[in-house]
């Protein structure tokens, strides 16, 4: 399963929406349509119906697709803690939009492995700048001022999915230690995005977790000691088996 991540300046400008979105997919109904669930589960929850309209078109834009979402549609129905589901939202976001895509797996990524502690939105103004450039010729360019905008709601993201910390415009590394179910689910979910489990072991998509290759490895080790999956290493040739076809099986047998 291959996805590009699209640029959106809407999904960027009005941030991740966890709680909005979580709260949706846990009131999800297979029976009605996005549109249909969008209306049922937004109306009336919010301050102002400005407000309401303008999550209401952000959802609908995250949810292009509704069946490759599906997984995180069960977890949330099945009753994953929020916590334990942002984690899993991290991921998808990651594999789906940019510029968070290459922010995560690129520059924030690098950053972190250096020890860097502090982030402010200048230091990351470069990066959007760069970013933006290559949408194509066709894209509005960004102004200096929505070049910083656009680092001050990229860093905001970031808070919000637990890879950064911090209420003010400086910005810290924040710890992040996934529950043995979202590893289980980050496993399957990366070997249906790269398409076979040998694939998911060096993946760059671990990196939403601050995860290399070596702890990758450690994260699978666990797994197969507690019979979570089978994970076998000789020398330099790693197997592993998956309890699970899919990330959709994983999370309607893991939320049960």
């Known amino acids: 399963m291959k996805i590009r991540p699209e640029w959106s300046q809407r999904l960027l400008r009005k941030g991740v929406l966890a709680q ?3 709260e949706l997919f846990a009131a999800w109904d297979d029976g009605l349509s996005a549109a249909d669930n969008l209306k049922s ?3 009336g929850r919010h301050k102002t119906a400005g ?5 209401r078109a952000t959802l609908k834009r995250r949810l292009r697709d509704v069946e490759h979402v599906r997984p995180l549609i069960v977890l949330a129905k099945r009753g994953m803690s929020l916590v334990d589901w942002r984690d899993c939202l991290r991921l998808w976001i990651g594999v789906t939009e940019q510029p968070f895509h290459d922010f995560a797996l690129g520059w924030l990524f690098n950053e972190h492995g250096k020890g860097r502690y ?9 990066f959007i700048e760069k970013s933006a450039a290559s949408r194509g010729p066709k894209a509005k360019p960004l102004s200096e001022y929505g070049q910083l905008r656009s680092a001050r709601d ?7 999915l637990g890879m950064l910390a911090g209420d003010g415009p400086t910005k810290t590394f924040a710890s992040i230690a996934m529950s043995d ?4 689910f980050y496993v399957h979910m990366i070997s249906d995005l790269e398409g076979n489990t040998t694939k998911m072991l060096s993946s760059r998509l671990w990196r939403l977790a601050y995860m290399a290759p070596t702890d990758v490895h450690v994260a699978l ?7 979570r999956l089978n994970y076998e290493v ?6 592993v088996g998956l309890p699970f076809k899919s990330a959709l099986e994983c999370a309607e047998r893991a939320a049960a």
């Open 234 to 239: 000789a020398g330099n040739i790693a197997q």
């Open 118 to 126: 502090q982030i402010r939105s200048e230091d990351v103004r470069p």
């Open 51 to 55: 407000w309401e309209r303008e999550v």
């Open 20 to 22: 909005e979105t979580y």
């Open 221 to 227: 080790l666990r797994l197969h000691q507690y019979k």
């Open 181 to 184: 179910d979202v590893t289980m």
């Open 154 to 160: 990229l860093l905001r993201m970031a808070v919000d």
């Open 41 to 43: 589960a937004l109306s």
